[in-house]
């Protein structure tokens, strides 16, 4: 069974920035890719970035493009996203996501809620105006 655990949520000014993190255990986390996704209020989970199994591939939502950065240690079966110039309508629970198969990549897989079987239990960021 994979457990993934976030870590890194909180409350920060327009502007500001907050780094998550989501270990993970329970595989071979190198094996596979990981993504983030978010929810707020009343709203839909959304994708917000992915990265593929060896870290050579990244893919993110528009409305984080060049603000957030995905990225991930093997070694510490440990995936970030750094949350750059943060913006009230960032405000969510994030959530990471392990792909249910070994060797994946490509946006139009990585993208979808649907290619994850494995989430966290969220973190709350609140981006305060």
Do not use: H
């Amino acid at each position: 069974q994979v457990q993934l655990v976030e870590s890194g949520g909180g409350l920060v000014q327009a502007g500001g920035s907050l780094r998550l993190s989501c270990a993970a255990s329970g595989r071979t986390f190198s094996a596979y890719a990981m993504g983030w996704f978010r929810q707020a209020p009343g709203k839909e989970r959304e994708f917000v970035a992915a990265i593929n199994w060896s870290g050579g591939s990244t893919y993110y939502a528009d409305s984080v493009k060049g603000r957030f950065t995905i990225s991930r240690d093997n070694a510490k079966n440990t995936v970030y996203l750094q949350m750059n110039s943060l913006k009230p309508e960032d405000t969510a629970v994030y959530y990471c996501a392990a792909d249910r198969a070994p060797f994946q990549d490509g946006s139009s897989r990585l993208s979808l809620a649907r290619t994850y079987d494995y989430w966290g239990q969220g973190t709350q960021v609140t981006v305060s105006s």
